[in-house]
């Protein structure tokens, strides 16, 4: 057996929300799956998020099972679920996020999992195997998963709640919030509230909080806390610790804690959607995925933290010992995965946003 895949030297992780290009350049320039290119017996059509895999991880598959790999590239969650409520158009496995993956249960897209046919399910953390937008892993298979929480310039700050972005004013004017849900959800967490709620007076006082706390921000910022950081503009951001982790591997001073209430856990999943024409072979890579040897490799190599505890011994050493990539159980386990609770909820959410961004 090989050994644990070492971090490549001096490489920058990509943070795959950021849909940058990267290691599958050449995927992408493939053009994309039309009606009259279905799968043969041999063959299965992968849709995924650019810069997302290992660097062998098709090429190993193939060579072991003698199933060829049409791999493609997706840049959001919206448009994967666009392009297969318009009907499939040959898709076998795809990686759609937790909140989708119940929006695509409900919308009859994805096909129920055979889980005969994927033993190294077995693999799979405890924390991972029973998620409450698909109870059981009736729909899907975890790949990787992250955490929302604070990013920080050590030598200006040390956060270690929520409340030092929307109550406190310790770091007034260095503060960023995320522009979108999340910085609602996590206001909501902070109240003590459930970031999945659908009570209206809940979630607004949730944007009161926030409108409250305003004025001591700097930036809402499109997913772009980890540059103003790194250029000294802020000192804390609300933040996807994969950004962090970017950010704190050319800049010694930064760091990412998940606050002392929890923060959001997010996770993206292997699915097999409807209609795909090859579903043995969709097992069969979902199954090569969970292997542990071959899921710790992928972890290593994009570094984001592994919900299969086969994979732990093939995962660098420094990045287990990382909390910005795997917090401690009991940091987890305070955590929430943001669940799809109906078009009233995102409504309701969308609207305490806009009141916010407003104010």
Known sequence: MRQAHPRPPNRVAVHRRRFLSGTLAVAASLPMLGRGSLAQAGQVNVYNWDTYIGETTL???????GIAVRYDLFASNAELFA??????????????????????????????????????????????????YDPGRAYSAPYFWGTIGIGYRISEAAPTSWG????????????????????????????????????PDEIDDAAELLIAAKPNVKAIAPDT???????????????????????????DDLSYVVPVEGG???????????????????????????????????????????PNLAAMP????????????????????????SVYRGEEQLRLLNDALTRVLAA
């Open 225 to 251: 806390g980890q540059d103003l950081l790194i250029a000294h503009e802020v000192d804390v951001a609300l933040e996807y610790n994969g950004d962090m982790l970017q950010v704190m591997e050319e800049d």
């Open 264 to 306: 959001i856990l997010w996770e993206d999943d292997m699915c097999i959607p409807a209609g795909g024409p090859n579903p043995e072979n969709a097992h069969a890579f979902i199954d090569f995925i969970l292997d542990g040897e071959v899921h710790g490799e992928i972890a290593s190599f994009v570094r984001y933290p592994c």
């Open 83 to 132: 392009k297969l409520r318009e009907g499939n158009p040959g898709y076998d496995v795809i990686f759609p996020s937790n909140d989708f993956v119940e929006r695509m249960i409900a919308a009859h897209l994805l096909m129920p999992l055979d889980h005969a046919l994927i033993p190294n399910l077995k693999n799979v953390d405890p924390l991972f195997t029973d998620p409450v």
């Open 164 to 199: 030092d972005l929307f109550e406190a004013d310790t770091y007034a004017g260095r503060i960023a919030w995320l522009n979108s849900l999340d910085t609602i959800q996590a206001a909501l967490k902070y109240l003590g509230y459930s970031i999945n709620t659908a009570d």
């Open 314 to 337: 093939f995962i660098a050493e420094e990045d287990k010992a990382d909390p910005a990539l795997y917090p401690p159980r009991e940091v987890l386990e305070l955590c929430e995965t």
């Open 59 to 65: 090429e190993d598959f193939t060579a072991a099972t």
